[in-house]
């Protein structure tokens, strides 16, 4: 009797053990952490999709500017939270490629060919162009007249009036920092940037920045994306959206899973529809320049006719070279 007991007792402690074991294993299975440097609108659009597709997951999306998600993954390593990277700039991913994993079963095909990086360690998301914003009611409670070129914004009468995001942080600053200087050259770009310097109120440290501080009225001319220009415009403040002469400048923003976390079914299976079906809703919600193939969205209030400028020569060394020479934030 005392035999079978202990037999008894062993069998059933084993199986809770395996029980619990077993639990724990899938809860760490099934958290899958997002390092994102979207805008809070296009976040809060990826993780309700998400938990609505996925209900047994937990997930967990932390915001960081670009630079920063770049900065974290090169010094943690394969030892950093993050399994899934959104909405990143092309030339921040290709910073830490290294930890990247190979994404040798996607389907590349369903995208622009283009826009498809040779290493297939990211996926395209978004063409992020920008433009110079005004805040109309500023403007008129200040007596200014609407900016018509780059150089207006160098006139004392916008002195602490201008927002900008900064290149050193920023990809959404980055890339007015590279338009330029394509158009002008090396030379007259930065010393127009450190003129400007003395009629910017803040470089922030995100492009989400700039139109944040339009919104509260706190500048008359912000630096930034036109599709949070237009968000904005589409919920009733009274921003407009100008292309100086030099056109728009441009980025391209992707997504990518850590090579740890590659292994991980979980994670493939929700970076598999996010990069795909979630990637698709936001280009036609927020950000129509097309990115499909076979889909080109029209967003209300979104310009239509944007001419784009020059973003050669928009690599790795090109872009660390250019950012250790910025000193004005």
């Not at 997951?57 to 399994?83: P, T």
């Not at 700039?89 to 990247?100: D, K, Q, W």
């Not at 900008?164 to 920023?170: L, V």
């Not at 003129?195 to 509260?216: C, D, F, H, M, R």
């Amino acid at each position: 009797m005392r035999k079978k007991s202990f037999i008894y007792f062993v069998s059933v402690f084993l199986i809770v053990a395996v029980m619990f074991t077993g639990c724990g294993k899938n809860a760490k299975d099934n958290k899958i952490t997002i390092w994102t440097s979207g805008e809070d609108y296009k976040n809060d659009y990826y993780l309700k999709s998400l938990k609505e597709k996925f209900p047994d997951y937990d997930f967990v999306m932390e915001y960081m500017s670009s630079s920063n998600i770049a900065a974290k993954i090169m010094e943690e390593g394969n030892s950093c939270s993050c399994d899934v990277v959104l909405s990143e700039e092309y030339g921040y991913l290709n910073m830490c490629e290294e930890f990247l994993a190979e994404l040798k079963d996607f389907d590349f095909s369903v995208f622009l060919d283009e826009l498809v990086p040779s290493s297939h360690k990211f996926t395209p998301e978004v063409k992020n162009g920008g433009c110079v914003i005004v805040n109309n009611r500023v403007l008129e409670e200040k007596h200014l007249d609407v900016p018509e070129s780059y150089d207006d914004l160098l006139k004392p009468c916008y002195r602490n009036l201008i927002s900008m995001p900064s290149p050193a942080s920023s990809g959404t600053g980055y890339m007015f920092l590279r338009q330029l200087t394509n158009e002008w050259g090396e030379d007259r770009a930065f010393d127009y940037f450190e003129k400007l310097t003395e009629n910017i109120l803040q470089y922030t440290s995100s492009g989400s920045g700039p139109v944040n501080a339009l919104v509260q009225g706190e500048v008359a001319v912000g630096l930034g994306m036109t599709s949070q220009a237009v968000v904005e415009i589409n919920d009733g403040v009274d921003l407009s959206i100008i292309f100086f002469k030099e056109g728009s400048p441009f980025s391209m923003y992707g997504n990518a899973v850590l090579k740890k976390s590659a292994e991980r079914e979980s994670v493939m299976e929700v970076f598999n529809y996010l990069a795909t079906e979630l990637a698709r809703g936001d280009n036609g919600l927020y950000f129509p320049d097309q990115i499909f193939k076979d889909y080109r969205p029209v967003v209300k209030g979104f310009p239509t006719d944007i001419r784009y400028g020059n973003m050669s020569n928009d690599t790795r060394s090109e872009k660390e070279r250019l950012l250790a020479k910025w000193k004005f934030s």
